[in-house]
């Protein structure tokens, strides 16, 4: 009895091991197709190709450790920065591509971009001005708050139930979504930064992420869906404090 016990054992692990190597190979093969996808869109660009950092709206292009917005911070590039194409593009979780960048400077700076913030250009073209950084506000923001500010495309959002992404009332950062939270694309706002918003009284932090935020949009979290549906879209000064 108990050698046909072990016999059902091995084969029982034995099943649950082909099981776990089908799914990543099919994990695996999703990605793969993924970057297949990435490489052929007309806008792709080639490795050793030159391309300029574009799209920010001043805040500089956030360069990372790896293809994602969930790996460290390596630095951050000013808008109108040439860079040479060196990888890519990568997928990231939720399919946005990612380029392995060196900027051209003598002190060469080499990480990972979001495709979103890279223009092609022609490497012998003249260089842009590039903007070193924001528009610093010329009067005190929200009662006295004053830093780099951006004119910021607001949206709000509530609860989401989980799934397709979505974490229920969970954010990107792992905080629990409070008044106060705000959703932004960390390829140009890091999570973590302290934030204050036109109007406001109230510090924001950027602690969640969303798939339609990109650029200057920031997604402000209301405690209800009336409520964020009210606010519907607008367009507000920015002051980034850290």
Do not use: C
Not at 101 to 123: E, F, K, N
Not at 186 to 205: C, H, K, N, Q, S
């Amino acid at each position: 009895m108990p050698s046909v016990i072990f016999l059902r054992m091995a084969t029982m692990v034995a099943t649950a091991s082909v099981v776990l190597a089908s799914t990543a190979l099919a994990a695996r093969g999703a990605e793969a197709e993924v970057e297949v996808a990435l490489r052929g869109d007309d806008n792709a660009l080639d490795v050793n190709a030159y391309a300029r950092v574009q799209g920010t709206f001043g805040l500089g292009l956030v360069i990372r450790e790896g293809p994602g917005a969930t790996y460290a911070t390596r630095a951050s590039l000013p808008e109108g920065t040439r860079v040479q194409i060196v990888d890519g593009p990568r997928p990231d979780r939720e399919g946005r591509g990612w380029y392995l960048v060196s900027t051209l400077a003598q002190t060469r700076i080499r990480g990972w971009s979001a495709a979103d913030y890279l223009l092609p250009i022609d490497p012998n073209e003249p260089d842009p001005p590039v903007v070193t950084r924001p528009v610093l506000a010329t009067q005190p923001v929200n009662g006295g708050a004053q830093g780099r500010s951006f004119t910021a495309m607001l949206t709000g959002y509530t609860y989401q139930t989980p799934g397709n992404g979505a974490h229920g009332s969970i954010t990107k950062s792992g905080t629990t979504v409070h008044w106060g939270t705000v959703a932004v694309d960390p390829a140009v706002i890091p999570l973590g930064t302290r934030l204050m918003i036109e109007g406001y009284d109230v510090i924001f932090i950027a602690e969640d992420t969303g798939g339609s935020v990109r650029g200057n949009h920031v997604d402000v979290f209301f405690d209800d869906y009336d409520a964020a549906m009210r606010f519907g879209v607008q367009y507000r000064t920015v002051t980034i404090l850290n």
